[in-house]
């Protein structure tokens, strides 16, 4: 098997980092080179970014969302405080979501042992055999936010997001429905034109193999959320949940497809978001601090092959 589920490197150029999100999914970053401010202006480079307006952005860089469990604002802890997360993709309450997640170790204790498990679909995609290929480019998954008709057992809680309070949640949904690629800070009016309106949503059916904007080809399997899986004609498959159960052994349960990040201050990794999922296995201690920076993105124009929708 050809496995490369995660590319190492020190160099910044935006055209190698595409590349790799193109062939690989996963890249992580260390030693190269960069402070904050620079990693923060090299983002807006990178892709397209929403206006940050959320309780969790970080003052000095406002790109940045504090993923920590200490308290942000005064009253709340950051994004995904504390507690071991599921698989996921954070590509939520929309199809149209934002395309690449980037994490910087800002703040991490000595012995940290809550790392970052990655798993991207991309070399999985690559070793089926070319008529499960063909199959799951025909298929799509519904996914509904009602999480007791999901297929999977262990469902999502928002609460481990930090969004159990109204405040924080409230201001997710509102920037959620304002989650559109012409919506950047960073997009020209002619550049926008380009782009459909965003779908903004809590069901609907997800294509399974992405219409990839790089030309990139694995599977988008928001697994908290997958209900059913169809076909073209939205038709249910009558082994729908043989073919999550399949997918998800095979690839989301093989350690062969997964990277686990040990995190160091200044870290950089990122991740594409249509074929690719991460999770925190283990939560913080108490009396320990703990921060990441967060920050999504879509891919530009001038690096896209299609302006469609995705998925």
């Not at 062939?23 to 904050?36: C, N």
């Not at 504090?66 to 995904?80: A, M, P, S, W």
């Not at 992405?210 to 169809?230: D, K, Q, R, S, V």
């Amino acid at each position: 098997m050809n496995n490369e589920v995660v590319a190492f490197t020190k160099n910044t150029d935006r055209n190698h980092i595409l590349n790799l999100l193109k062939t690989v999914g996963i890249i992580v970053l260390r030693d190269h080179g960069m402070s904050l401010e620079d990693y923060h202006n090299w983002q807006y480079d990178l892709g397209y970014h929403l206006p940050p307006d959320v309780w969790c952005s970080h003052k000095d860089y406002p790109l940045f969302w504090r993923v920590t469990n200490d308290k942000v604002d005064g009253h709340h802890e950051g994004l995904f405080g504390h507690s071991d997360i599921e698989w996921h993709s954070n590509i939520l309450f929309t199809y149209d979501n934002q395309e690449i997640v980037s994490l910087w170790g800002h703040k991490i204790p000595e012995n940290d042992c809550s790392p970052t498990t990655y798993s991207n679909s991309i070399p999985y995609f690559k070793n089926l055999d070319p008529e499960k290929k063909a199959r799951y480019k025909k298929l799509y998954t519904e996914f509904h936010w009602d999480l007791e008709k999901a297929f999977y057992d262990k469902p999502f809680d928002v609460k481990n997001a930090s969004l159990l309070l109204d405040e924080p949640m409230e201001q997710m949904k509102a920037l959620s429905r304002k989650t559109w690629i012409g919506n950047s800070i960073n997009i020209s009016e002619e550049n926008k034109n380009l782009y459909k309106q965003a779908r903004y949503t809590f069901e609907g059916r997800y294509k399974l193999v992405p219409n990839h904007p790089l030309g990139a080809e694995g599977l988008f399997f928001p697994l908290t959320h997958i209900c059913n899986i169809t076909d073209e004609d939205n038709n249910a498959q009558t082994n729908a949940k043989e073919i999550f159960d399949e997918i998800k052994k095979d690839w989301l349960d093989c350690e062969d497809y997964m990277y686990t990040h040990e995190w160091q201050e200044g870290d950089i990794v990122i991740a594409d978001q249509l074929t690719g999922l991460h999770r925190r296995d283990f939560g913080i201690p108490d009396g320990v601090v703990r921060e990441l920076l967060r920050s999504t993105c879509w891919y530009k124009t001038e690096d896209r092959l299609h302006y469609s929708y995705s998925l």
